[in-house]
C-alpha cells in the first residue's frame, strides 16, 4: 500500500490524498485550496498525479475544501466513480455548481473592471465551468452507508463510518487482504461530538495507520453553552446601538446551527420577538431543505421535534433570500437584522456586499462562528484589520468583531487525542491542519509513529 500526499499537507485546505492498493488508485477527497491569491494559483497547478489514472474517490464530506476540485479533476480526464454517503453526493452538487457559479460571477466582474486597462486575453478565466460541476456529479456512483464494507477490488474494501462533523460526514477504513489484512483509516474532518444538531457519533475502528486531520489540533472550543451565550449578548448589543449582525455563514451545517439557536433564543426571550432574520444564501436554503429530509442523523429530540410539526429553521421573522434583487433589498435595512450569508472565509458570495454595507458602521457588529484560514478576508477582520479591501474598494473596519469558537463543527484538541486513542493506530499520519498545530498535535500523541508529510510526499505501508 502506498500513499501520497496532494492536497492539505501542513495546511488546512485542498484536501487530497491518493491510495495504491488492490491494483487500484484511489482519491480520499478533491479539494479546493482557500485563501489568498497564491492559494488560488495552487489550485490551477498539476495534481501530482494523471487523473486519468484515478479509479476511484472516496469522498469524506462536501465541504468545498474537501470536494471543491472535483469538476477539474473531471475536466482533465478522470473517468472514474465517486463514492459517498448519500447526503454528500447530495450537497457536493450543490457545493460544486455554487463554486462554478461563483466563478464565473467573479471572471465577469474582473473583466467589466480591467476592461478599460488590460487586453481580453489577459482577463482570468474560471477554474472550472458549470458543465465541469455537473460532469463531476455524474461520476457519483455507488451509495456509501455507515458500517457497510463496500468492494473496490477482490482484495480491497472501504467502509465509511460517521465522522459527526456535517450531515453526510465520514471517516474512511480500507482494508487490504493481501496475506496479511492492512487497515488505514482516513478520518476526513471529525466533528464536534457536544454539538448543536446532528447526533454523536460511535468511536472509530482500531487500525494499524491513521490519517488524521489536525485543524484544532492546538486547542479546545469554548463549551457550546457559554458560546450561545455569547452570541445572543453580542445580537443584542447590536440591536441596542441601532444595527445590524453580520454573520458569514457556512451554508452546510453552520446556518442550519444558527437558525435553531436564533429561533430557541426568540422562544427562550433571550432575542427580540420581532426580530428579522435574513438567510442570503440560496445554497444554505437548500442545504436546511436537505436537512430536513434526514431526520436520523440529527439528536433524537431535534428530530422528534421537527416530526411533531416544530421547525427550528422556519419560525416567525425568518427570510429565506434566494434571488439578487431580494439580496439588494437587504442591504437597505439600516437597524435590527440578522444578516446571515456565505462564504464562511469570506472568499466569495452575498456576504461581501453585507460587510461592505455594515463593516463601517459602528452600530453593527460582524460575528464570526466558524474557522477562517489564513489570507482569507475573514482572517484579515478576525486579526483586527483596521481596513480591507472589498470588490476593489478600501473599506474601514468599524463595526464591532466577534469570535465565537463554541460552534465550530469541527473536534478540538482533547476531542481528536480522544480520537486517536481509540483507533490504537501505531502509525499516525497528520494531515490538514496549520503546521504550528499539526506539530503541537503530534508532540502530544504517545505510543504511536508520527509522520507529517509535505505536499507530494509518498509514503509506504
Known amino acids: 500500500m502506498k500513499l501520497s500526499f496532494n492536497g492539505a499537507d501542513r495546511g488546512v485546505t485542498g484536501s487530497c490524498h491518493m491510495v495504491e492498493a488492490g491494483g487500484l488508485r484511489i482519491l480520499i477527497d478533491c479539494g479546493l485550496y482557500q485563501g489568498g ?142 496475506g496479511a489484512t492492512k487497515r488505514i483509516l ?7 461530538p457536544h454539538g448543536i444538531l446532528l447526533a454523536e457519533p460511535p468511536p ?86 436537505i436537512m430536513a429530509r434526514n431526520l436520523d442523523a440529527l439528536k433524537p429530540e431535534i428530530a422528534d421535534a421537527i416530526r411533531r410539526g416544530y421547525d427550528p429553521f422556519d419560525f416567525q421573522g425568518v427570510n429565506m433570500v434566494r434571488e439578487h434583487k431580494q439580496s439588494q433589498l437587504v442591504n437597505e435595512i439600516k437597524r435590527g437584522a440578522i444578516i446571515m450569508a456565505g462564504s464562511g472565509m469570506c472568499t466569495g458570495g452575498r456576504i461581501r456586499h453585507h460587510l461592505l454595507q455594515n463593516l463601517p458602521r459602528e452600530e453593527s457588529s460582524v460575528v464570526f462562528v466558524g474557522f477562517a484560514a489564513g489570507g482569507t478576508l475573514a482572517r484579515r477582520i478576525i486579526d483586527g484589520a483596521d481596513v480591507v479591501t472589498i470588490f476593489g474598494e478600501r473599506v474601514p473596519v468599524k463595526a464591532k468583531v466577534h469570535t465565537i469558537n463554541g460552534f465550530s463543527a469541527h473536534a478540538g484538541r482533547d476531542q481528536l487525542l480522544e480520537w486517536h486513542a481509540a483507533t490504537k493506530a501505531a502509525r499516525t499520519i497528520l494531515v490538514h491542519g496549520e503546521e504550528s498545530s499539526m506539530a503541537s498535535f503530534g508532540d502530544a500523541l504517545k505510543g504511536t509513529s508520527v509522520d507529517m508529510p509535505r505536499l507530494h510526499d509518498t509514503i509506504e505501508l
Not at 482516513?186 to 464536534?192: C, E, I, T, V
Open 186 to 192: 482516513f478520518s476526513g474532518d471529525l466533528g464536534n
Open 204 to 289: 472509530p475502528p482500531e487500525v494499524d495507520n491513521v490519517v488524521m486531520e489536525t485543524t484544532y489540533g492546538d486547542r479546545n472550543h469554548k463549551d457550546v453553552d457559554p458560546s450561545v451565550g455569547e452570541f445572543y449578548t453580542a445580537v443584542t448589543e447590536a440591536f441596542q446601538r441601532g444595527g445590524n449582525v453580520v454573520i458569514p455563514t457556512f451554508a452546510i451545517e453552520r446556518a442550519q446551527e444558527l437558525l435553531f439557536v436564533i429561533c430557541k433564543g426568540m422562544v427562550e426571550n433571550h432575542l427580540p420577538p420581532q426580530t428579522q432574520v435574513f438567510l442570503d444564501s440560496p445554497m444554505a436554503i437548500s442545504v436546511t431543505e
Open 37 to 178: 491569491r497564491e492559494l488560488d494559483e495552487e489550485n490551477e497547478e498539476p495534481f501530482g498525479f494523471d487523473p486519468r489514472d484515478i479509479d476511484v474517490v472516496l469522498l469524506t464530506h462536501a465541504h468545498l475544501d474537501h470536494c471543491g476540485r472535483l469538476p477539474l479533476l473531471a475536466k482533465r480526464g478522470f473517468k472514474g466513480e465517486i463514492i459517498s454517503t448519500s447526503a454528500s453526493a447530495e450537497l457536493a452538487r450543490l457545493v460544486m455548481v455554487d463554486a462554478a457559479n461563483l466563478q464565473a460571477e467573479d471572471a465577469r466582474f474582473h473583466a467589466k473592471k480591467m476592461r478599460n486597462h488590460f487586453r481580453r486575453a489577459d482577463v482570468k478565466p474560471p477554474l472550472y465551468s458549470l458543465i465541469d460541476a455537473l460532469n463531476a456529479a455524474s461520476h457519483f456512483g455507488r451509495v456509501a452507508h455507515y458500517g457497510r464494507r463496500i468492494e473496490l477490488s477482490d482484495t480491497l474494501t472501504a467502509t465509511f463510518v460517521d465522522a459527526g462533523h456535517i450531515l453526510g460526514s465520514a471517516s474512511v477504513l480500507l482494508e487490504e487482504k493481501n
